[in-house]
């Protein structure tokens, strides 16, 4: 038999810039789709294109072992441009990472 509760869960720390700690749990695929989707459309600073960067790392930030939902709004209150980009670089650098490695 396969137990999937005996599966190891990895989590991607995030230290916000208040100083809580988000354990991030890896997304279902549904959710990663989605993300990935709001992420390509950021195409150059338009209204829409940020809307859809806060919104994606909000999807991102969501999923934690805190429980403490992230709205966007909360998102672009929190963190700047360069903090958002950067934060979605390592988040799908650690999904491609986690992806690869055996439980």
Not at 15 to 38: F, T
Not at 78 to 86: G, H, K, N, T, V
């Given at each position: ?24 749990e890896?997304?279902?695929l ?19 294109g940020?809307?859809?960067?806060a919104?994606?790392?909000s ?17 672009e ?27």
């Amino acid at each position: 038999m396969y137990d999937m509760s005996l599966l190891k869960i990895r989590y991607f720390e995030v230290k916000l810039r208040d100083g809580k700690i988000l354990n991030v749990e890896p997304p279902r695929l549904n959710v990663l789709r989605e993300i990935a989707k709001l992420s390509k459309q950021v195409d150059g600073i338009t209204e829409e294109g940020l809307t859809s960067l806060a919104v994606a790392v909000s999807l991102a930030l969501s999923k934690n072992k805190e429980n403490k939902k992230m709205s966007a709004e909360q998102v672009e209150d929190m963190l700047d441009l360069d903090d958002m980009y950067a934060l979605l670089v390592k988040y799908f650098t650690w999904v491609g990472e986690i992806q690869n490695i055996k439980n």
